[in-house]
C-alpha cells in the first residue's frame, strides 16, 4: 500500500506539472486575451458542471445566506484571478507571470493574519522578505518597457487574489471546490462576453488549446486540492516551484522565449523564500 504522504507528493508534483503548461498554451493561442479568457472560463465551467453530475455530490450549494455570499464571492475571486493569469502572461514575460505566482501563498499567510488572526512564523516573515526582494528586482527590470510593467503589474494582483482565495477556503473547508470551479468559470466567461470585441472570431486551432487548457486546469485543481488531505500546505508549496521551473523551459522548447537575467535571479529568491518557508514543517513531519 502506497505510503499517504507519498501519495499526497505524487498528487502535487504531478497537478503542477500539468499546470506548468498553462503560459504555453496562452501563448501558442492567437487571440485577444478577453476572448481567451472567455473560453476558458467556458470550458472550465462546463467540464467541472459535467464532473459534477456524474459525480451526483449533492448540497453544494450552502443554505444560508451568508455562506451563499461567501461560496460566490470566493468563486469571483477565481475568475478574476483565471483572467489576471492570462492577461497578465499576454502582457510581460510568461516567466514573470509564474514566478510572481509563486508568491501567492506568502499573500496567503498575510490574510491569514488578518482575517483568521494566524500568527506569522519567523520562517515565513523571513520567506516573505526573500520573496519581495525577488518580486522588486524582476519588477524594477520593467520600467521603460510598457507593456512588462502593465503585466508584471497584473501578475502581483493575481498572486495577492490567489492568496486571499486560498485563505476564504481554508477557513470554509466544507464549501464544493465543483461549485467554485464551476461558478468561476462562468462569472469570467460572462464577464469576457461584454469585454471581448468578438468571442467567436477564433480558429479551430485555437479552440482546440482552449479546451485542452481548461481541461489541464480542471485536472490540475482536482490533484492539487487531492494533494492538500495528505501533506501540509507548506509541502505543496514547495512543488509549486516545478511550475516556476518547467513553465520557462516549456515556452523556451516550443517558442523560443527566453526570459532575461533579471527574472531568472528574481526567481531563485522566490524559489528560495518557499523552500525557507516549507523547511521547518516538512522537517517536522519526516
Known sequence: MIDLRLKGMLLAATGISVLSFDALLVRLIDADASVIAFYRGLFMGFIMLAAWLIKGEKDVIPKAKKELFMILFIAMLSGIGTSLFVFSVKYTIAANTVVFLATSSFFGAFFSYLLLKEKIKKETAVAIGFSFFGVVIIFGNSFGIGGNLIGDFLGILLAVFMGLQLTLL?????????FIISGSGFFLMSIMYFIADDVFDISLKSLFFLFLMGLMQVVSMF???????????????????????????????????????????????????IFINAYPQIKYKA
Not at 514547495?238 to 531568472?264: K, N, Q, R
Open 170 to 178: 481554508r477557513k470554509f473547508t466544507h464549501f464544493s471546490h465543483y
Open 223 to 273: 490533484l492539487i486540492y487531492g494533494a492538500t488531505k495528505y501533506i501540509s500546505s507548506a509541502e505543496v508549496g514547495v512543488f509549486s516551484t516545478i511550475e516556476t521551473t518547467l513553465a520557462p523551459i516549456w515556452l523556451w522548447l516550443f517558442i523560443g522565449e527566453i526570459p532575461p537575467s533579471m527574472t531568472f535571479i528574481g526567481g531563485i529568491f522566490v524559489i528560495s523564500a
